[in-house]
């Protein structure tokens, strides 16, 4: 693979045009169009977990070996995201695209919300029921900031919101959103990223004392953003939904680098969806699909600036 380097002595505020490197083939899960991936997230033996949306699979890849093993299937979820607790144990988002604008009122029969299984797919159970989430990050008590993915251009009634250690308490965090999408959490746990697909717009937000919250950057195009993740330099990589790119801001919000998938300019491989840093390693693995080819679904590889964060939740 190529390396990523930061160009100039400033990272904080850089003036030059963002360095480019393309994303390489790793690992195909199917050869079918629009059977798109979403949630890849790393155990502490640094294999992926991740999803197949639209049939409700859950899938882990052997990193090594990339052996792909489907360790739970449920057709009435549309898992978005996978993250692991300290027990390890899988958290999974349940968001129901394409009905995920509409209230879950709407939806009748879905599981919409956050579940948890074991690493081998068993005891499946309810953690919160009724939402429609599509990304969780923890913090270092084994609280969860999650998105609620519903509201459009003209109907802003996502949020995100906050559910205690205890996992019965819910609080909001930011609200009057537009389908938040992506977020994740500084290492310092001051700043929390969002993502909202509808408005493309990336939005920095302090849980400090300072309590700023602004829009840092924005995506042009269709259809905006999807998920985020940030490395052990806190710089935050986020997908460019249907780009074939992943855009990757330093801590202040500033961009420094894009990350193209193989293909892009001929129109494949679009469908990007999901970028997570591996843990210890300064590789970046990207959920994507090619709607426009032949290809079909792959996790993508590229370098990344720094390695993934271990001092995450999940691995103290």
């Known amino acids: 693979m190529k390396t990523l380097d930061y160009l100039t002595g400033d990272r904080f505020c850089p003036t030059h045009t963002i360095q480019t490197v393309e994303a390489e083939f790793f690992a195909q ?7 798109h991936l979403e949630g890849i997230c790393f155990d502490r033996n640094g294999d992926a977990y991740f999803t197949t949306i639209y049939n ?24 978005c ?28 029969g879905k599981k919409g919300g956050l579940f948890v299984i074991n690493p081998d797919g068993s005891d499946f159970a309810p953690i919160l029921q009724g939402w429609c989430i599509d990304d969780i ?29 205890d996992l019965l308490t819910v609080t909001p965090v930011l609200e009057n959103m537009r389908a938040p999408n992506g977020v994740a959490l500084s290492k ?14 990336i939005i920095r937000h302090d849980l400090s004392n300072m309590g700023h919250t602004c829009m840092v950057y924005h995506l042009d195009g269709y259809c905006g953003c999807d998920s985020c993740s940030i490395d052990d330099d806190d710089n935050l990589y986020v ?3 249907y780009a074939g790119r992943v855009v990757v801001l330093n801590p202040n ?36 699909a090619d ?11 590229a370098p990344s600036f720094a390695a993934g964060n271990t001092n995450a939740y999940q691995f103290k």
């Not at 993915?149 to 205690?164: A, K, R």
């Not at 310092?188 to 717009?201: A, F, H, Q, R």
Request: glycine share 10%; net charge positive.
């Open 29 to 35: 899960v199917n050869t079918e169009k629009r059977k």
């Open 56 to 79: 409700g699979s859950i899938m882990k890849l052997d990193i090594k070996t990339k052996k792909l093993t489907r360790i739970f299937q449920d057709p009435t979820m549309q898992p």
């Open 81 to 108: 995201a996978i993250k692991i607790h300290k027990d390890g144990r899988l958290f999974i988002c349940s968001a129901h695209w394409p009905s995920a604008y509409a209230p879950t009122s709407q939806r009748p």
């Open 137 to 165: 990050v923890f913090d270092s008590k084994g609280g969860i900031y999650f998105t609620h993915y519903i509201g459009d251009l003209f109907n802003p009634i996502g949020g995100v919101y906050y559910l205690e250690p």
């Open 188 to 201: 310092d746990e001051n700043i929390l990223w969002v993502t909202e697909t509808v408005t493309g717009n």
């Open 239 to 241: 997908a460019h939904l």
């Open 253 to 288: 919000g500033f961009p420094i680098a894009q990350i193209l998938l193989p293909e892009r300019d001929q129109g494949h491989c679009l469908h990007v969806t999901h970028p997570m840093v591996a843990p210890g390693r300064k590789e970046l693995y990207i959920t994507g």
């Open 291 to 301: 709607d426009n080819g032949e290809n079909g679904s792959w996790i993508f590889r």
